[in-house]
């Protein structure tokens, strides 16, 4: 059984620029969520993807967006990155739905500069 | 107020003792309720789930109140190895499961 995997591990970019994380779930998994934790804060919700589809989103504007492919892996897109924007982001996989708690990944950490 | 607070640490606890950890959730709808592990620049990791009253998972027992809208997490015989921090969680119904900030955790020798 394969655990989530997340990539990049680390990520740089300016403010302004566009960045596009990816996840590979679980397998045996069909839904991805998406969290943003920034230092010593907890993980706070983007959306979650189930079997393709947005299912929940948090309060994040527009800007943050995403996608979830037929083999469930998913990609998360953020669009004029802000300074505020550094932080880690998390791939969350799981069973239908989150009723039953997440695998995480170990993360991207973005800066923005 | 937030959807899901946690006690504001640190725990700053000697090897052996036992510690509690306390959370609160606004949404009476929540129906799942979850404690997450997390290392340092570590992802977090499931500790345990909590549907009903209440779980135990050897040392750790997770107990959860509908009423007052809280749950808990009792550490007994802490290790060195529990040093981390805690994260409280609750779920609200399949698709959105919020976490607190968590309260950290230093066990000493």
């Known amino acids: 059984e394969t655990g989530v995997t997340q990539s990049p591990t680390h990520l740089i970019k300016t403010r302004g620029q566009q960045v596009t994380l990816r996840c590979s779930s679980q397998?045996?998994?069909?839904?991805v969520s998406w969290y943003q934790q920034a230092l010593g804060q907890g993980p706070q919700f983007i959306f979650q993807?189930?079997?393709?589809?947005?299912?929940g989103r948090g309060n994040f504007p527009p800007r943050f967006s995403g996608l979830q492919f037929p083999n469930y892996s998913s990609e998360l897109n953020v669009n004029a990155l802000e300074l505020d924007d550094s932080a880690l982001y998390l791939c969350?996989?799981?069973?239908?739905?989150?009723?039953?708690?997440?695998?995480f990944g170990s993360g991207t950490r973005l800066t923005v500069v | 107020r937030k959807e899901v607070e946690q006690d504001p640490g640190p725990f700053n606890v000697p090897e052996g003792a036992t510690v509690a950890f306390n959370c609160t959730y606004s949404?009476?709808?929540?129906?799942?309720f979850f404690w997450y592990r997390q290392d340092c620049r570590k992802e977090p990791k499931l500790l345990m789930s909590?549907?009903?009253s209440g779980n135990e998972d050897g040392r750790f027992t997770a107990q959860l109140n509908r009423a007052s809208q809280y749950i808990s997490l009792l550490i007994r015989d802490s290790k060195l190895s529990d040093s981390a921090t805690y994260l409280c969680?609750?779920?609200?119904?399949?698709?959105?499961?919020?976490f607190g900030a968590g309260t950290r955790l230093f066990v000493k020798a």
């Open positions: 969350a996989s799981s069973l239908e739905g989150d009723k039953y708690g997440y695998t």
């Open positions: 397998s045996g998994h069909n839904t």
């Open positions: 993807y189930y079997r393709e589809e947005e299912n």
């Open positions: 949404n009476s709808a929540s129906q799942s």
């Open positions: 909590v549907y009903s």
């Open positions: 969680a609750a779920n609200t119904g399949g698709f959105k499961t919020i």
